[in-house]
DNA sequence: CTGAAAGCGCTTACAG
DNA sequence: CTGAAAGCGCTTACAG
C-alpha cells in the first residue's frame, strides 16, 4: 500500500499542496479560513496520513532526533540513563537511535558516523578509552554533543559527570570515620580519566587523614579478567602482614565479585573488614551487610545532558561542564 | 559548516553526481575506469563526506532503521533484548530506534506513529496490554513487525515469546519433585496473556500430580501496588490452616520483594518454604539460598525476531511464531 | 565508460 | 485567504 503523500491530501480536499502542509504544521493559521483547514484535516484523517520524516528532513535540514552512544545498553547504569533522556527527549518531540560502543574506539567510531548520516541534531555520548581523537573531530563538524558519565582532561568540550575524585573521598573518608586504618582499593586499570579520579579521591582522603598510602593496598584489575584478578587481590591484601580492614570498590561489578567471593570465604562483614562501593546493584541488596555505596544523581545526568544538548542545538555556546555530587547510601557494610 | 553533498564531490572530481553516486555505493564497478573511481573516492575523502540518509530515504523508500519499542528499557530483560538487537541490527547495517511504552496503549501508539513517520524499515515491540487494536492497524499498514515477549491470543502476527505455560509447568512440577504438597503462586492481576500463561502452567503442574488447587494459593496482584500487596498475600498464605510449603513467583520482581519479606520474617528457605521465580536477578545471587528460577533464552528471542524481520522486510510472509523453551536453572531454594 | 534529467515528499519565499 | 514553483540530496532509467 503506497503511502498518502500532501499530495493526495490536496487532491482529495481539491486544494493546493502549500495549504495542506500549513493547515497541518499548524502554521498561518490566522490566515486560513477554518472551512478549508477542516476540510484538510478530515482528508488527511481519511488517507491515514503520516509525514514522511525523511522528506521533511532534507527539506528542513532537522531530524527532530539525537544520537545516544552508550558503552553497552544492557548494563543498568546506562539503561537507566538511557531511560531518562529518552523520556525527556520523548517530551521534547525528539526520537533517540542509540548504539553501543562495548568500550571499543572503532566501534564508536562508526556509530558516529552512521548517526552523523542520519543527520542527527546533536549526540549524548559516553566515549571508550582511546576516542578523543574521535571527539575532536566530531567538534569540527560542529555537531552538538554532550558526553555523559566520563570526559578527556585535554579536550574542551560539554560533559556532565560525577565528581568522581569527590565521591571517592567520600567514600573513603567514611571509612576513615568508622576507624578503619588500612583500607585497600580495588579499580580498574584502565586509561578512562573518570575511573582514575576515583583513585585519586581515594588517595586524597587518606592524605587528608593522615593515612601513609601503601602500594600493596591498591589493586588495579584488567577488565577482560575481572573475576580472577580480583579473587587474587584479595587474597593478597588479606595475606599481607597487616591485613586491610576496609574495602573501597571503584564500581558495582567489582562489588558484586568481590562480596560472592568474601563470602565464600566465610569473611565477615563489617566486623572483620569494612566494604563501600561505587554505583548501586541490587545483587547487594540480599547481602547479610548491604553494602553502603556511592550514588550517582542518574536522573540529573540524564536531564542536564538533554538540557544542554537542547540549549546547544538551540545556538552553540562555550562549552559547559558539570560535576554533580554524589549521595553516600549508608547501610550496613561499615 | 556546510556539509559536503554528491554535487561538491563531483565537481571537485570534475565528473558527474551520477557517476560519484555510483563509485561511492560501489555499483557498475565494471563499467566505470579505475582513475575516475579513485579520484571520486579522494574526493570524498578529503571533503569528509557522508551521505545524507534523509536523502536516501526519500528515493529509495528504505531507511535502514528498525524500531524497537519495550514496556522500558531500563528493565533489564529489555535493556538485555535491547542489546542482542542492537548488535544483530548492526551487524546487518541496521540502526536502532527505541522507545519504552511504559505499559501504556497510548504512549505505545504515539510511539508507533513516530516510528512509522520515521519510514523505519520494520519494528520489534512488547506491546502493552489493550493495544490489540492498534497491532492491527499496523497490519493493515503493511509494516513488517515481530511481537516479542508478548503476544495476543486473538490477533494472527509474528511474534516470539517464551512458551510461559510450559516454563511454569516446569517451575511448579520441581517443586512437586521436592515433595511439596501446597504451592502457592504470586502474579500480577493483568489483561497481558503471556503472565496469566504461568497461572495456567503452574494450574495445569498441581492437577498433572492430583494435587486439587486452591483458589487460597493463588494470590494475583495490582502491579501499581505491588510492594504492600505482596507482603499481605505472603502474611496470608502463611496464617492458612495448611500454609503454603512452596512459593512460585511468576516475576523477578516478585520474587526480590518476597524474599526480602520473607527475610525479614526470619523464614528459612529452602527449609521452611521452598522458592521458584521466574528470570534472572542478581539480586537474588546473594541471598544465602540463591533461587532456582525459569531462564529465558533472551539471546534466541532477540536474534530469532530479528531474523524473522528481516525476512519479513525482504517479503511478506504467512506469520511465524515461536515459543521457545526455557531452561529451569537449579539453585538452592527448593 | 559517462552524464543530463526526473522525481522521491516535503517547506516556504513569493505573488496574487 | 490561496497556489505555483524552487529546491533539499539523493538514485536510477535512459541515452549516448
Redesign the interface.
Known sequence: ?KKASLKDIALKAGVSITLVSYVLNNQKQDRISKVTAEKIRKAARQL?Y??????K??KTNK?N?IGLIVA?????FF??L??II??EA?KKNY??????SHEDADRFAKLL??F????VDGMIIAPPQGSEKHIRDLQ???LPFVMVDRYFPDVVADYVILDNKNAARTATQHLVDAGRKRIGIISYKTGLQHLNDRTLGYKQALKESGITFKKEWLAQIDIANKKEEIERSLDAFLKLAEPVDALFFTSNTIA?LA??YL?SLSIRVPRDLSLVCFDE????????APLTYIRQPLDQIGENAINILMKKMEKPSRPLQLQLKEELIIRKSV
Not at 50 to 55: E, L
Not at 72 to 76: C, E, F, K, R
Not at 95 to 100: D, E, N, Q, R, Y
Not at 281 to 288: N, S
Open positions: 500500500v491515514n503520516r509525514p514522511n520524516q525523511a522528506a528532513s532534507l531530524t532526533t553497552d545498553i544492557s548494563n543498568p539503561s537507566c538511557a531511560k529518552e523520556d520523548n526520537t533517540v537511535i542509540f548504539g553501543s558516523d552512521t552523523i548520516s542520519r543527520q569540527k563538524q560542529k558484586t562480596v560472592k563470602n546493584t541490587e545483587a547487594l541488596d540480599l547481602f547479610y
